[in-house]
Nanobody
């Protein structure tokens, strides 16, 4: 069974940090780009970051550049999103998703998704 499971969300104060994990099972992660997306209440889902299968290519939304870092450990079948200098506007449910090959430009390119992990940034 193909699965992506996110973890690491929680409540953090502004300026704090969290590291999200996306653990894959049931398929060979090495062949897939992994994207992180988020959806805040009342807003559309937006792309946050994506990493190529080898990890050599990464991209970020302008809103998180310089604060978030995506990485992957294919041996552990896990992708990470290190989030620093968190802001209240980062509050959302964060999802990881898999896209065969390169990072797609559209969420519809991503074939399967995790269940999400909630991040709340508040004092």
């Amino acid at each position: 069974q193909l699965r992506l499971v996110e973890s690491g969300g929680g409540l953090v104060q502004p300026g704090g940090s969290l590291r999200l994990s996306c653990a894959a099972s049931g398929f060979t992660l090495n062949y897939y780009a992994i994207g992180w997306f988020r959806q805040a209440p009342g807003k559309e889902r937006e792309g946050v970051s994506c990493i190529s299968p080898s990890g050599g290519i990464t991209n970020y939304a302008d809103s998180v550049k310089g604060r978030f870092t995506i990485s992957r450990d294919n041996a552990k079948a896990t992708v990470y999103l290190q989030m620093n200098s968190l802001k209240p506007e980062d509050t959302a449910v964060y999802y990881c998703a898999a896209d065969i090959g390169a990072c797609g430009s559209n969420p519809l390119d991503f074939g399967f998704w995790g269940q999400g992990t909630r991040v709340a940034v508040s004092s």
